[in-house]
Each structure stands twice: as C-alpha cells, then as structure tokens.
C-alpha cells in the first residue's frame, strides 16, 4: 500500500543508492564510460527494488532506535485532531496515532486536506503522467516507422552491413528514413531498428558510415533495455532529483560508450567529432519520442565533443572483471540500505512500578528502558520540533517512565506544538496520575488543539477522577470541536455522576454536540438519561435522532417504547433500523407495540428484517399473523427470518404457518420449517 510514510522511507533509501554510486563513479570517472554506465544502470536498478527488498528481507541491520508512530499533518500547520472516543472501543482497541509537531498557529480541521491522504493521489498522479508519456513514445514511434522509408540506394544496406561487421552486430536492424525524425536515432530491442532524417540521404559517406556505427553500438551494447530501466525509475521515484540525476548521467555515458566504441573500430576523433557537430547544428531542437536513444543532446554536447577529443582517455571495453567489481560494490549498497531500519521492537523484561509507582502489570513496550530515558532527556531540546518529536515517541512507548517529564511539558513548554505532542502522549500512557497535568491544559492552555487533546487523553486514560475536570469544561467551553470531544471523552469514561451534566448538550445548537451527547449517554446506559433521550428523539436531524435511539436502545428501559416505537415510522431509513434494532432490546414489554407490527410492511428489506428479530423477541401470539404474512415475501433472507422468529413463539397458529412454508420454493426455508415443526413437538 501507497503512504506518505512508504514514499518517504522510498525516497530516502533510493537517493542513498544513488549517492553511493556517485561517489563510486567520482572514483573511477577516468576509467571508460561504459563502466561508469554499468555502475549509473544498476543503481537506477538499486534505487527501483530497494523499497520492496525493505519489505521483504528477513533481516534487519538496526541503525536507528525504533521511530514513533508515523507524524500525520492535516494540511499547513495542523496536527492531527484527537480523535472521537465515541468509536474507541471499535477499533485498534483504543490506540490513536500521533498528533504530529507542528508549531504553526492552528487552522479548523474541516478547511484542510490531510497531507497523509493527498500525498499518494500526488505521486500515482505523476507517476502515471510519465508512464503515460513512455506508453505515447511508443504508439508516436510506431506511427513513425510504419510511415518511413527505406533507402532506394544499395549504398546504404552496404555501409550498413560493413558497420555491422566492424562494430559486431549479428542481426543487421530495420534503416528507415523519416521526415518526423530530426536527430538519428536507434530503438527496440526484439526488431531493433535506425531511424534517419530524411535529409539524410544528402549525407556524404563519411558521415552515413560514422552515424550508422555509433547507432549499432547502442545495438551491440543492448542501451535499449538500461533506457527503459531508467525510464521506469524515473516513473516510480519522480519526487525525488537524484533520481533524475542518476538517469541522466548515465544516459550521457552511453553517449559516450557509444563514442569510444566507434574510435575503437577506427574512426578518426576529429572527423567523428566534426560530423557530430554539424549534425546538432543542422538538427532543430525537438525531442524524440521517450523510448528513442537520439544520437546527441545539445545539453551534453560540449563535454562529449571534448571527450571524444581527448586522446588520453581511456576507450576500451570494460573487463568481465572489471563489471563483476562494479556489480558488487553496488549490490553491496542496495542490501545493506534495504535492510537498514529501526531496531526491531522487543517486549522489555522491566515491568512493574516506575520511579512514581503506577500500574504493576504494564511492561515497556517497543524499545528498552534506556530509550524511554534518552527520550525524557530530548524533552528539554532546544529545538522545539526535537521536542515535539521527543513527546510523540515516548507516546509510543507507552512507558509511565516519561509522565512527570511529560505533565511538565504540558504545563510549562513555550511551544503550541509540543504541548500537544505532550497531552496526546499522556494519553497514550493511559495512567490516571497525568489527570491533573491534563486538566490544568484543559482549563488554562490558550492553544486549542492543546485543550482538545488534553480532553481526548483523559477520556482514552478512562479514570473517573477525570470527570470534575471535564464537566467543569464543557460548562466553560465555546469551540464545538474541543465540546465535543469532552462529550466523547465523558461517554468513554462512562461513569453515571456525569448524566445531569451531559444531558443538557442534548438540547445545543450545534447538531454534532447533540448527536455526541446521544452517543455519550448511550455508552453510559444510565436510565436517568432516558427522559432527556425520549424528548431529543424529536430532533430535526436524521443523525441526531438515529444516535438518541440507539442510546435508548442500549439503556433497555422499557419507559423508552413510546418514543423507539415512533421513531419506526420516521422518514430516515437509517432512524427506523435503529428503532428496529433498540425495540428488540425491550423484550420484557407485556406486549408488542402496535407500531412494531405496522412496520413488518416497512419498504426496506433491513428494517423489516430487524422488525421480525424483534418480534420473535417479544414472543407474543399477537404477532403470528403479521409475521405469517410475511412468509410469501419476495426476499428470501426475510422469509428465513419469519421462521426463526415463529420458532419462538408458543401459539398454535404458529404450526399451521411452519406447514405451509413446507411448500417454500428455497430449500432452507423447507428446512428451518421442519426443524421448526419439530421443535413443537417436545
């Protein structure tokens, strides 16, 4: 999967490969050029697969301390807001992931796009443009050939064969002229072939003679297959301008193997360098197509006439030996690189109470003590996004070690940013003694984002001695983001002290703070609540009513059935399955409300599904022939539901039912029956 943190860990670990292989080359840039290709192909190559080899190596050179959870930034200066404690226990049970330093001033979380989100979409968008362009190069390059020429003069095929004869090509390619080609240029590898400007064919023998051989040596020399190496790195790893260096540098460097290839078949440097040269004159400056290896670039022009100039260079092929080194010095890069990361994560033997006491049985997770240690001590950096960072690790360890350095943090630290890296650590920590630290955040910290994480980390440490502080604070506060997660918090807690101070929120202006305090009462389950509850089921939202429903549904008190049974007609499909649903908890109801039985009709397939559940619930005869109706629904799943739901129903009428749905068209409807039937019978 694609994340912001895989591009990064991506990035960093290509551009490594890239800069060893640099410094390689730097060694041995008087050596030929076909070896310092060799050394830019296999690194382009590194820098594709290390992301994977990362993943999939069996082991680990650990270089650096376990990291933290992954930073996530919602857009220019905005940390991850503390999540709703409303779904703490549905998932990760209760983990949340690291705010993210930040000390820029706070924006509202609804106006900004998440960096984590965005990030992928960014890269598979340009990844894709580039593999777009590459896949076009060769659709346009096809179009050329089919509508290029061969040469009508024998003098071509001859130069063409002798070129190949000297330079060692075996299968003489395809020589095609074209008035789309401006630059001489070579492509393919299985149908290799030589595209010609069409002026070519002004061309003295000289010239023809020098340009077919440097285009067969990118034949002999196979620079098809690095070319299209090249290009797919530079697909995966856009982002990142090593890359791009690499791909160029190595591009420049079969340029010039090529050259020394053909002065090593004994072509005269000054006559090749003057044909060269007027070719880029004559040539206008449009690029070839992206799969195409164009004979010369004017940006690397001036440096490869010098070159091929030269004559203390050295031309000769590269050794086998010589390559064997390259390819092991890179292969030594690539593993190592791949295989570099954190120190894998060990449960600590430490565990018990800390220096302040605390919980006996929580041990130290993710790295040794001596991590936690070194962190506490970065907490007093003077870089405040060292800090920060500082703050969100010891969260990840979750050791109570860092609670007093943290609670300090939280109270005295200049920066916004790492207060809050504080309090959503303490949270993270989840022990009861940063409750006062967190509360004294809650109350006076002028940074919003601060005071919102401090509520969320209370109600994650779910102590009960956090509730004065949070009530307090729901009474005092005005930014509907920070309430609510108070409200969330105090659900999370659920401690019944909190009801009389949580239902008047049922009654605020703001929808959200309403629908929080549903859900908030409903996890508390305090019958107090439910009178509250019964008249907020008239909300004018859809969300709002359908959490107030579900919360009596949870509660289970029986005072709740007017307003559940109303709520079955409601014009929200989603409040009627919750009605459906809570109705079916009130199974010790003396008999079945009218209104559930009206909505066995109900036009969703779901609601009427819960409806039978709940009717079965109620074991009452009264809702025999509603539900025997049903038994010639469309829906099959609604008829298996009928006899289970008449299963439970002790009623005479009931057999005659069970015998007709012996006649079901659905085998396991013919089935359920006969069990039914059977079960009547003892």
């Known amino acids: 999967m694609i994340t912001l943190e895989w591009l990064a860990d991506a990035g960093l670990r290509a551009g490594a490969v890239v800069l060893l292989a640099g410094l390689f080359v730097r060694t041995v840039s008087r050596n030929p050029a076909a070896l310092r290709h060799l050394a830019w192909t296999l690194a382009l190559a590194g820098a594709l697969v290390v992301p994977l080899l990362a993943r999939v190596l069996p082991w680990r050179l650990p270089v650096v301390p376990a990291r933290s959870t992954a930073v996530e930034l919602d857009g220019p200066g905005q940390p991850t807001p503390a999540p709703g404690l409303a779904e703490k226990h549905k998932a990760d049970g209760g983990k949340r992931e690291s705010p993210g330093y930040q000390s820029s001033p706070v924006q509202s979380s609804s106006a900004t796009v998440s960096l984590r989100t965005v990030a992928p979409l960014v890269w598979l968008a340009g990844a894709a443009l580039l593999a777009l362009r590459l896949l076009g190069g060769f659709v346009l390059l096809a179009g050329i050939a089919r509508r290029a020429r061969e040469p009508k003069t024998g003098d071509w095929l001859t130069l063409l064969d002798r070129a190949c004869g000297r330079i060692g090509v075996r299968v003489v390619p395809r020589l095609l002229l074209s008035d789309r080609i401006t630059m001489p240029c070579t492509a393919g590898w299985l149908r290799p072939m030589i595209l010609l400007p069409s002026d070519a064919i002004t061309w003295d023998e000289g010239r023809r003679e020098v340009v077919l051989l440097h285009e067969l040596a990118h034949l002999k020399r196979r620079d098809f297959l690095p070319h299209m190496l090249a290009q797919a790195t530079c697909a995966v790893h856009w982002f990142n301008p090593l890359v791009w260096i690499a791909a160029h540098r190595m591009r420049s460097d079969a340029e010039r193997a090529c050259d020394d290839l053909v002065l090593s078949v004994g072509a005269r440097p000054s006559d090749y360098a003057a044909h060269l040269l007027e070719i880029v004159r004559g040539s206008p400056a449009r690029r070839s197509p992206a799969p195409a290896l164009p004979m010369a670039q004017r940006s690397e022009f001036e440096g490869r006439l010098l070159a091929i100039l030269e004559s203390t260079g050295e031309r000769r092929m590269p050794s086998a030996r010589a390559a064997l080194v390259v390819t092991a010095f890179i292969m030594t890069a690539v593993l190592p690189i791949a295989a570099m990361g954190a120190a894998p994560a060990q449960p600590s033997a430490v565990a018990g109470v800390d220096e302040g006491g605390g919980d006996p049985d929580r041990s130290v997770q993710a790295v040794d003590r001596e991590s936690a240690r070194l962190l506490v001590g970065a907490l007093e950096d003077r870089v405040p996004s060292v ?231 109620f074991e009452d005869p009264a809702a025999v022939g509603p539900l025997s109706a049903l038994l010639k629904d469309e829906d099959v799943q609604i008829r298996r539901a009928v006899i289970e739901a008449l299963d439970d129903i002790k009623d005479p009428a009931v057999t005659r039912a069970l015998r007709e749905a012996l006649r079901d068209a659905d085998p396991e409807v013919r089935r359920m029956a006969a069990k039914a039937l059977g079960n009547r019978s003892r």
């Open 387 to 617: 800090r920060g960072a500082a703050a969100e690790a010891l969260g990840s360890l979750r050791d109570t070690l860092a609670i007093r350095a943290l609670m300090e943090v939280l109270r005295r630290d200049p920066d916004a940013g790492v207060r809050r890296a504080a309090a959503w650590a303490l949270g993270e920590i989840e022990d009861a003694r940063a409750i006062p630290a967190l509360a004294d955040a809650l109350r006076s910290d002028t940074d919003q984002e601060v005071r919102r994480n401090a509520a969320w980390a209370m109600g994650s440490i779910e102590d009960a001695a956090a509730v004065p502080a949070l009530a307090e604070a729901l009474r005092r506060e005005r930014d509907v983001a920070i309430r609510k997660t108070i409200i969330e918090a105090l659900g999370s807690i659920e401690d019944m002290s909190v009801t009389a101070g949580l239902t008047p929120s049922l009654k605020d202006a703001d929808p959200e703070i309403r629908q929080a305090a549903a859900e908030a009462l409903g996890s508390i389950e305090d019958p107090r609540s439910v009178d509250e509850l019964m008249a907020a089921a008239r909300d004018d939202v859809p969300e709002v009513r359908r959490a107030v429903i579900d919360a009596l549904g949870s509660i289970e008190d029986r005072r709740a059935a007017p307003a559940i049974a109303r709520a079955l007609s409601d014009s929200d499909v989603e409040v009627r399955r919750a009605a459906a649903d809570a109705m079916g908890s009130l199974d010790e109801l003396r008999q079945v409300p009218r209104e559930l039985i009206a909505a066995i009709n109900d036009s969703d397939a779901e609601v009427r599904y819960k409806v039978i559940q709940a009717l079965g619930s």
